[in-house]
């Protein structure tokens, strides 16, 4: 018998089990993210065949590239322990401000549309760094709980786009800025995914080839660790918020070239899509751990869920009902698999 | 292994390393420390030792800066020296091994012995990158010198065992230049083999010149370990007893009765 288990060492059994433990340390180090983006690719697909023409894939990379960019900055809150439910509200007070600004100047010299560009854009950009300090400093300094806190800074952004914008769409921005950041497609590649791209190759950097990344990291691991390896944790608390909230912002920047107004009712869905982005990629909500290249991947495939269920006519209700439904399971999913790793130290 | 040529317990020097003088400290109108004070010597393992409430944590506060002392002064090394926060007495040399570890779960080996500490260096003179190979290398050797053996430096610090955590946790404290390790309760969450193993890492660096100032309940490890035991009681200090020459029942009834 033993003999027999030596000669042939690859039993069914064995081989299952081998699978099983590579299925394991592959989930462990990446989450459920690949073999759900390919079971969704390749449902759509089957049900329906216009999901993968290019022109559809061109409009995919293109809507998905905004909710990428608010999705790494969603990422680095969670990185640090928190999260921050203001990033709608963020967008859409940037893009009033943007619109507000550019408007101004094309109102004081109307040959100037690149002056007023970069006066919109410089605008959104600071407030969105502005927007991230407020968050950042009550939750480090005085220990507001990030939900709360950015869920208080969601209602306040909301509220003053709103009295600023009184309610309509802004007008009186330059063509230009449509063209160059929304509709330009150089080589074929849309411009808000080449500018995704930028966002992602920044922050890969920062966060895996930077002291700043791994102290981000850090703050999120173990905080009361940090602050004994000396690292100023408030600093660099604030410094997560203010991080995410002006990569969001330059999301919000994007999505107002797009959509050619100012708009105080602008990406209300992405605070739900970019936590489950995020948590799908396998970002974990008690910090520390993620990679900026799945969030990538994250963000992708909530926007071809959405993409399909459009194809697929599903009404846009009931696609509400989808998108919360997959919040909660890739939730579920990182509680399972942060015990898995808890077993795996345990052995 | 490497040849040692010194005995397990060395005759420690009599030159002061650390010595605090008359330190008081109170907590509202609780005194926690009533005038103590203590002397470290260099290379040599002191345990202190008291039952709880007797000031022992509030002790090793003070010496690793974490609380700063109402009255009485610190000496390091001969000088006099203000502690006012954890990075001046890594400065001056003492590091503190907290009960807790400090260590980031989720990081890897190199990750956490550097935390804090990145070694980075400038691409094309302006932007920085981490040295990651660097610190992957020194980490070896440091481990090396010390004769800690993981099983594998690339995984999350979570996945090892108390001891090997802990091990971690020494060797990153002594990446600077540390003449005096402060542990409070070493081995209170180790089993009996890894407790004996962290003993052993301890008695290794003693013998390259590191001072120990060891808090611990565990009467047979600090029989075993150290040179002397200090004894706190009610926030003031007993005594500080040679080791050697006292035994299990003479300690104790330091602790219980507070008298030599």
Known sequence: MSEQAEVEPRSPTDSLRRLSAFGRRFFLAGGILPLVLVIAIVGFALAEPRFLTYGNLFNVARAASFLVIVSIGQMITLLVRGIDMSIGSTEALVSVCVALVMATVLGFDPDAPWLAIAAGIAAGLAVGAVVGAVNGIGIAVFNVNPFIMTVGMLSILSGVALTVSGGMPMYGMPKQFGEIFAYAAPLGIPAPVLFAAGVFVIMFYILNWTALGRRIYALGGNIVASRLAGISTRLHMVLAYVMCSTIVAFGGILLTARVGTGEATLASTHVLESITAVVIAGVSFFGGIGRVGNVVLGAFFVTLVTNGMNLLRVPSYQQLIVLGCLLILAVVIDQVRIRMMQQVRDE | ?260
Request: hydrophobic fraction near 45%.
């Open chain 2, 1 to 260: 292994m490497s040849p040692v040529l010194a005995p397990s317990r060395p005759a420690s020097t009599h030159t002061s390393l650390l010595r605090a003088a008359g330190i008081v400290k109170a907590f509202g109108g609780n005194r926690a420390l009533n005038g103590v004070s203590i002397d470290v010597r260099e290379n040599e393992i002191m345990a202190l030792v008291g039952d709880n409430g007797a000031g022992k944590s509030t002790l090793v506060k003070i010496l690793s800066g974490a609380e700063v002392p109402d009255e009485g002064t610190i000496h390091v090394s001969g000088r006099l020296a203000a502690i006012q926060n954890p990075h001046d007495a890594h400065d001056l040399g003492i590091a503190t091994l907290h009960q807790h570890l400090g260590l980031v779960d989720c990081f890897d080996v190199p990750q956490n012995v550097f935390l804090g500490r990145e070694l980075s260096t400038r691409l094309l003179g302006v932007l920085p990158v981490l040295r990651r190979t660097e610190m992957l290398e020194r980490t070896k050797e440091l481990l090396r010198e010390l004769d800690i053996r993981l099983p594998y430096l690339d995984r999350p610090v979570s996945t090892m065992s108390g001891g090997q955590r802990q091990a971690v946790a020494i060797s990153r404290l002594l990446l600077g230049d540390i003449k005096l390790i402060i542990m409070d309760e070493p081995m209170a969450a180790l089993g009996v083999h890894e407790g004996q193993k962290v003993l052993d890492l301890i008695s290794r660096l003693s013998r390259r010149g590191i001072s120990f100032l060891i808090v611990s309940h565990n009467m047979e490890h600090v029989m075993s370990i150290s040179n002397r035991v200090a004894v706190l009681k009610n926030g003031n200090l007993v005594g500080v007893v040679p080791t050697e020459g006292a035994t299990r029942q003479d300690i104790t009834s330091m602790i219980i009765h507070g008298r030599v």
